[in-house]
């Protein structure tokens, strides 16, 4: 009995890896198994950026907020625990909007943090 391939199934299952390793240099884009081991790695980093991709805006968030208390006289961990003890739930990204865009409003904001405390 003749042996069999499956040779439509393979092809197409390293085809998916070596169009997805694309605009890579040198062999990483033409050869199956340096291709496999690009996306393989890609695909990994992509996994664990997005992960980290939250964490560096949060940084960044409370960073735009640190800066906007401190120029209206007032630490970052104070104004809030001001917001809390207020009762105002903002989370922290709108916050950093308010303080680079509504300057006006971010005061208002440090002002009844500052009544609170």
Known sequence: MPRSTNNPAAH???????????????????????????????????????????????SLWISRINAACRMNDMSYSRFINGLHKSNIAINRKVLAHLAWHDQPAFARLVEIAKSAE
């Open 12 to 58: 197409r299952r390293r085809k998916k890896y070596i169009l997805a390793a694309r605009g890579n240099f040198g062999l990483r884009g033409n050869t199956y198994r340096l291709a496999r081991q690009t996306v393989e790695r890609g695909m990994a980093f992509s996994f664990a950026h997005r992960k980290q991709k939250k964490r560096n805006f949060r």
